[in-house]
Nanobody, 128 residues
Framework: QVQLVESGGGLVQAGGSLRLSCAASGRTFNMYAVGWFRRAPGKEREFVAAISRNGVRTYYADSVKGRFTISRDNAKNTVYLQMNSLKPEDTAIYYC?????????????????????WGQGTQVTVSS
């Protein structure tokens, strides 16, 4: 199992930037694909970005493409979400999620049901 803790959320003005971190417990974090999701008030949870276990493959929702960057440092057991040019519609609770992958394939995953492990979330608020 792996435990995930998000940090880095906060209040920022539109156009500003934040970097979220997802810190994982355990010594085999490089065996886990990771995704970021968000839930805005009154809306369903939605996919934001995903990264393969080795960091080579990434994928983004259209709504954040070109503004957000997902990356990872397996030596630090941490995945990052750099968020630039933030908009009020990016306001949400952001969650990271992880999925173990022991095959030779290194994929990313975009469905919430693909991930059995979740963090508690971090609030991001973008003011206009």
């Amino acid at each position: 199992q792996v435990q995930l803790v998000e940090s880095g959320g906060g209040l920022v003005q539109a156009g500003g930037s934040l970097r979220l971190s997802c810190a994982a417990s355990g010594r085999t974090f490089n065996m886990y694909a990771v995704g970021w999701f968000r839930r805005a008030p009154g809306k369903e949870r939605e996919f934001v970005a995903a990264i393969s276990r080795n960091g080579v493959r990434t994928y983004y929702a259209d709504s954040v493409k070109g503004r957000f960057t997902i990356s990872r440092d397996n030596a630090k057991n941490t995945v990052y979400l750099q968020m630039n040019s933030l908009k009020p519609e990016d306001t949400a609770i952001y969650y990271c999620a992880a999925r173990a992958e022991y095959s030779s394939v290194s994929n990313y995953y975009t469905g919430a049901t693909d991930y059995p492990y979740w963090g508690q979330g971090t609030q991001v608020t973008v003011s206009s």
